[in-house]
Nanobody, 123 residues
């Protein structure tokens, strides 16, 4: 069973940057499509970014295009979410998720989840 562990969250001022990392256990990481979701207080969990098993294509939500970048290093079993020009509305718990399936843009497409890491952006 693959386990996902997120790191890199924290408190940052608006306009600042953070890089989230998600380390996966196991030897099948290169076959996984990886996603980053977030849940803001009182809201549903939404897909922020995802990246296919081969490193591309990628998906970015409209709200983060031009500010966030998703990448992966299959040699390190790690996926990253670089977040620049952060805004208070980016405040949420960020979750790493993984799927072996062909569908990759919905929450229900992902069977493997990390515990989440808090990102707080102050104004």
């Amino acid at each position: 069973q693959v386990q996902l562990v997120e790191s890199g969250g924290g408190l940052v001022q608006a306009g600042g940057s953070l890089r989230l990392s998600c380390a996966a256990s196991g030897r099948t990481f290169s076959r996984l499509t990886m996603g980053w979701f977030r849940r803001a207080p009182g809201k549903e969990r939404d897909l922020v970014a995802s990246i296919r098993w081969g490193g591309g294509p990628t998906y970015l939500a409209d709200s983060v295009k031009g500010r966030f970048t998703i990448s992966r290093d299959n040699a390190k079993n790690t996926v990253y979410l670089q977040m620049n020009n952060l805004k208070p509305e980016d405040t949420a718990v960020y979750y790493c998720a993984a799927t072996y399936g062909s569908s990759w843009l919905g929450e229900r497409d992902y069977a493997l989840w990390g515990q989440g890491t808090q990102v707080t952006v102050s104004s």
